[in-house]
């Protein structure tokens, strides 16, 4: 694709300003990193707040009166108990159990705010779309941004535009309005971190944006340390450790799975039989974080080993850890080595690492917990 | 101290005496590859030859090739490297050097860069 059929999002003439570093990334033109630096821009976010522009993430609006049962149908969790305001993580699934696309849910009240991965947006629309009930309707949300600030002082800078979204409890997500502009404000994150993802009409998306940036605990963070925060995080992305041929049960995902549904739901979804199973008798090979005793960083596409150096699993994600300054990595390993404190051999350009199986995250998530 | 000499792969090379020159990456090649966390040094004794890979440096971005600006015998490596990889950031041409080598043939040197005519070269880059 050239850089001229590249999308762009409200923010893009912003970051220029802010000398971004600008790369193709699932359709967009995207900041991979500012002035500030991958490394720094990704403690200043574990330290401080940090601002991302993700508004190449879909943002969809379903609506109607069976939508929960319509979305419930989708995916392996249970959704039509999801109470007013709550928000919960899930998977597409396909007819083999895989994973089409991994999402964020909000029950709205009178719809389901919905966002997906950039690179899926049109496939999940699809899917959506040839299943979508007579009494639904989906609307992509076009022009509006969406801006992630994250970090332990996030709320306090969430708290002088706009206090009431601070009292949000994690997971949970409702519409605000901040500087005049209508928006929609989850507290949740890819970083492990407390804050706040806002999606907001486009043309106020800008001033929002300095705003933020004007404020000395926040700085602006690009697509790279987005990456690193996430993998410390444990979190998966989607088309590296997960996509249509892992299922949820081998990318350890247990918790995005209703025990409920595979036992005695009537309710089916695509692939239920293969994760029934799989639930029942377990799988060939798990998700595991990776810890290096070496210096060398670990990267996707590398062999796992065992000590008799035979192929025993791929890595899916994997860099230098700025908060750990250690490799970290996630991949898929045969289920006899996914045990915690399995040693097992990562050959980075024939020299071998020394690796680790250890539970994610990597780093502590510092979620905010509302006291009561 | 002599003036350094430039490849056009981004590496410096400083002339220690008649036989022997430093060898690291210049400020311009550390800019590009971002923070360094792990820089793959040769063996000592190591023969190579120009061009040859002879190095990695891989920074929280990607993992890339140094290529050895003239051919000789790796002398000694910088072992501060191990613990402190961001010198290559913080001090490309000073504590951030990657090793010393024994030259084959001096007139490999005369044929890199000088400083205005690397300058130049990453002008076009830019």
């Keep these: ?372 | 101290m002599s003036e350094l000499k430039y490849s056009e792969d981004h590496e410096w090379l400083r002339v220690d005496d008649d036989t022997t020159v430093t060898i690291g990456i210049t400020d311009f090649a550390q800019k590009q590859l971002g923070d360094v966390v792990y820089v793959e040094l040769p063996e000592i004794g190591q023969e190579v030859t120009k061009d040859e890979d002879i190095a990695v440096v891989e920074s929280v971005k990607a993992a890339s090739d140094i290529k050895a600006p003239i051919s000789g015998t790796v002398l000694k490596i910088n072992s501060l490297l191990s613990d402190e990889p961001e010198k290559v950031n913080t001090d490309p041409t000073g504590e951030g050097w990657f090793m010393k080598m024994k030259l084959d043939d001096a007139e490999e040197v005369d044929q890199l860069m000088d400083e205005a005519g690397y300058t130049a070269f990453i002008g076009e880059l830019s």
Aim: net charge negative; glycine share 8%.
């Design chain 1, 1 to 372: 694709m050239s850089i001229s059929e590249l999308k762009r999002t409200p923010l893009y003439a912003l970051h220029i300003e802010q000398n971004a570093q600008m790369v193709p990334f699932a359709g967009y033109e995207m900041p991979v990193q500012y002035s500030m630096g991958l490394k720094q821009e990704h403690l200043h976010t574990r330290n401080h707040a940090g601002l991302f522009d993700i508004s190449h993430m879909g943002q969809i609006k379903l609506s109607g009166e069976s939508v929960a049962q319509f979305l419930e149908s989708l995916v392996p969790n249970r959704i039509q108990d999801l109470s007013h305001n709550a928000q919960r993580y899930t998977v597409f699934t396909n007819e083999q159990g895989g994973i089409i696309d991994d999402l964020m849910v909000t029950n709205a009240g009178d719809h389901f705010f919905i966002v997906i991965n950039a690179a899926c947006k049109e496939n999940d629309i699809k899917t959506m779309q040839n299943r979508l009930p007579d009494n639904c309707g989906l609307e992509e949300l076009t022009n509006v941004a969406l801006l992630a600030l994250q970090g332990p002082e996030a709320s306090s800078v969430m708290q002088r535009f706009c206090p009431q979204a601070t009292e949000l409890a994690f997971m949970t997500g409702g519409e605000f309005t901040v500087n005049g502009a209508h928006c929609f404000i989850n507290r949740c994150g890819y970083t492990g971190e407390d804050g706040f993802e806002i999606s907001i009409p486009a043309e106020h998306a800008e001033n929002l944006a300095r705003n933020f940036l004007d404020e000395y605990e926040v700085a602006f963070i690009g697509l790279g340390a987005r990456d690193s925060l996430r993998l410390e995080a444990g979190y998966c992305l989607y088309g590296h450790d997960i996509d249509e041929t892992t299922s949820p049960i081998e990318a350890n995902l247990n918790w995005v799975i209703s025990k409920s549904r595979l036992n005695d739901e009537p309710q089916s979804y695509p692939g239920i039989e293969t994760i029934r199973q799989q639930s029942q008798q377990g799988t060939e090979r798990l998700r595991v974080g990776l810890l290096s005793d070496g210096k060398a960083p670990i990267r996707e596409g590398e062999s796992i080993l065992n000590e008799q150096e035979e192929n025993i699993g791929t890595i899916t994600s994997g860099g230098f850890s700025p908060s750990v300054e250690k490799p970290v990595a996630m991949g898929y390993i045969n289920k006899q080595y996914a045990s915690v404190g399995t040693q097992v051999i990562v050959k980075v350009r024939d020299r071998i690492q020394h690796v680790k199986v250890v539970a994610l995250p990597f780093v502590e998530h510092r979620y905010y917990k509302r006291r009561t």
